[in-house]
């Protein structure tokens, strides 16, 4: 058996001498320090100082001023003035403060070894574990020690207030750099384009840090929407990682070749009406496509980590991570034990929102809506429609929530209302619009419902469905003008209860 080598933990105890005598010579300081240290930040070794610190936050949280008088009387009424040095020790700590000011490298320094320290033990804890056999599930064993190394890491990141004077710099030199544009449909320097020039009017593109949630009922399209975002990112040179819970990657590329080449979908799953024009179109889709930077991971039941791991590799791989799509975000696992699911979406939704910021990426998240959409009279979603968490709504940057018109739906009476009837005439118009932009070919006008956008605007942008072919196309100027058109003659119908 290899013998055990007891190594003296990481501390400073110089440091741990500065920052407790700066606390006893200036109040200041005293409420800084307490605002950033805890006791369990002063080395075991170092006991002394544990319990000197004790007492003074003990002071603090009593009002009581803090000086060596007092620290000795409450050291004395805790019992602890033996192990704390004495009195002696109290003044040599308060006489050896020459200068406040190396207090805040101090203070970092007391606290990263505290880290490391915690680090260590950490990583002890779950070695023994690895040797001690008693690991029932690797993937959760992994996924519980990933948590805690990052709640680790979590605890240093301690932020502090930034002057208006540093803010507005940073922001003067992030507008110079900003480039003139004639048209109010631009997408952001950084941004990542959507493909569809309504849909960047309101959203200037997806940006970095954002989680953007595209969520319908089953069969309005919301798989396809996703992947019409990533290939019109990858087709602007971005970088797509695509996780797809549902769909094999070979069946997600054949609806990107159909897309791409306007040859119906059956046509490549049947074969039926192929011919030598047809097969070089498809041919050169597949070209297209092998050429942009799209990868896919189509694991079943992926676990939350094994996406966030997956993502820092490939942004290592490439160098550059222009968006991620997760379809879709209820099949994701977390390998924990939740008592409800809604609070195993909600670690999955706050994940995916961290992901985003950490990799400076926009997060798209496919979503499902609930079943409270079908007993609307115009079927219309809501952000409170979101299926199994209201973490999703909150997490989320942009909430895009598609909304297909049934025609055929009927009131259950039998008796449509005066503005049923006006709706239904609105819908009916504005579908005859979307036949004439395809002249007369099968599609659907899908709404595309911005009910969320914390930085930009939030309405309607009109797509054009063709199911057959899987992709969403935009509106001409003039169809989409006519299209606004009815949707404001809508509005006028006045105050509905």
């Not at 079943?300 to 996406?307: E, F, H, N, R």
């Amino acid at each position: 058996m290899a013998k055990v080598i007891n190594k003296v933990l990481p501390h400073n105890s110089e440091a741990e001498k500065a920052v407790l005598g700066s606390m006893i010579r200036s109040s200041a300081i005293l409420y800084d320090v307490m605002a950033q240290l805890t006791m369990n930040d002063f080395y075991e070794g170092n006991e002394n100082h544990r319990v000197i610190f004790a007492a003074m936050e003990r002071l603090y949280r009593r009002g009581v001023p803090v000086d060596v008088q007092t620290i000795t009387d409450e050291l004395i009424n805790s019992k602890d003035i033996d192990v704390s040095g004495g009195l002696e020790y109290l003044v040599e700590l308060s006489d050896s403060i020459i200068t406040f000011a190396n207090i805040d490298q101090y203070i970092r320094i007391v606290k990263e070894q505290s880290t490391l320290r915690a680090f260590l033990k950490t990583v002890e804890n779950y070695a023994a574990k690895c040797y001690s056999s008693d690991i029932e599930s690797v993937n959760k064993f992994l996924e519980t020690a990933q948590k805690d190394i990052t709640a680790i890491t979590e605890k240093r990141r301690v932020g502090d207030f930034q002057t208006s004077k540093e803010v507005s710099e940073n922001l003067a030199k992030e507008l110079s750099t900003l480039k003139p544009s004639t048209t109010d449909d631009s997408v952001t320097e950084n941004g990542v384009p959507t493909g569809y020039s309504e849909l960047n009017k309101k959203t200037h593109g997806f940006q970095r840090g954002e989680l953007i949630v595209v969520a319908a009922r089953p069969g309005v399209g919301k798989t396809t929407l996703s992947l019409n975002l990533a290939f019109n990112a990858a087709k602007h040179g971005h970088t797509v990682a695509y996780f797809s819970l549902e769909m094999p990657a070979q069946q997600l590329f054949k609806r990107l070749v159909s897309a791409d080449s306007n040859v119906k979908l059956d046509s490549l799953i049947s074969g039926f009406g192929l011919n030598q024009n047809v097969q070089l179109k498809l041919q050169q889709s597949c070209n297209a496509l092998s050429k942009m930077n799209i990868y896919v991971d189509d694991t079943a039941g992926i676990q939350i980590l094994d996406i966030v791991a997956k993502c820092r590799k490939l942004k290592e791989k490439t160098g550059e991570l222009g968006l991620v799509v997760v379809d879709y975000i209820g099949l994701v696992r977390t390998n924990q034990r939740y008592d409800n699911r809604q609070l195993e979406v909600q670690y999955v939704s706050q994940t995916l929102k961290k992901l985003a910021l950490d990799l400076k990426v926009p997060v798209i998240a496919v979503a499902q809506l609930n079943r409270n959409v079908e007993q609307r009279s115009n079927g219309e979603p809501q952000l409170s429609d979101l299926r199994e968490s209201g973490s999703i709504e909150q997490d989320a940057d942009i909430v895009l929530l598609l909304h297909e018109t049934q025609l055929e739906k009927a009131n259950e009476s039998g008796k449509a209302s005066i503005f049923e009837k006006q709706d239904r005439a609105v819908n009916e118009a504005q579908q005859a619009v979307a036949r004439q932009e395809t002249g007369g070919a099968d599609a659907k006008l899908v709404n595309i419902i911005i009910a969320k956008n914390r930085s930009g605007q939030q309405g309607k942008v009109a797509l054009l469905f063709r199911r057959q072919f899987c992709k969403f196309d935009a509106l001409s100027r003039e169809g989409n003008a006519q299209i606004q058109s009815l949707e404001a003659e809508r509005l006028t119908y006045g105050t509905r209860d």
